[in-house]
Nanobody, 120 residues
């Protein structure tokens, strides 16, 4: 069993900052990609940022230059630093982690989501 625990969401004014965290625990042999997705009301879930085990990153165009993804492999934790937040960043943010339980078997796990609300 694997658990993902997210934290750091909340209400912030436009222009402010928040830092999201997602810690993985349980039956973990290794972790490959770690990332963040978001889903705004009435919209599809979309990729915000992702980072491979090698450190390569990928960002949605809408957050480039404002959001930074990082990870602490010793803690099995991924972070999302969000600066210069805009009302359109309001969404439920989900972490997504690809975890191997042994050398051969890997799968994606999702957190339960944390709400980020940006007021204008």
């Amino acid at each position: 069993q694997v658990q993902l625990v997210e934290s750091g969401g909340g209400l912030v004014q436009a222009g402010g900052s928040l830092r999201l965290s997602c810690a993985a625990s349980g039956s973990i042999f290794s972790i490959n990609a770690m990332g963040w997705y978001r889903q705004a009301p009435g919209k599809q879930r979309e990729l915000v940022a992702a980072m491979t085990s090698g450190g390569s990153t990928n960002y949605a165009d809408s957050v480039k230059g404002r959001f930074t993804i990082s990870r602490d492999n010793a803690k099995n934790t991924v972070y999302l630093q969000m600066n210069s937040l805009k009302p359109e960043d309001t969404a439920v943010y989900y972490c997504n982690v690809h975890i191997y339980s042994d050398y051969f078997n890997g799968m994606d796990y999702w957190g339960k989501g944390t709400l980020v609300t940006v007021s204008s």
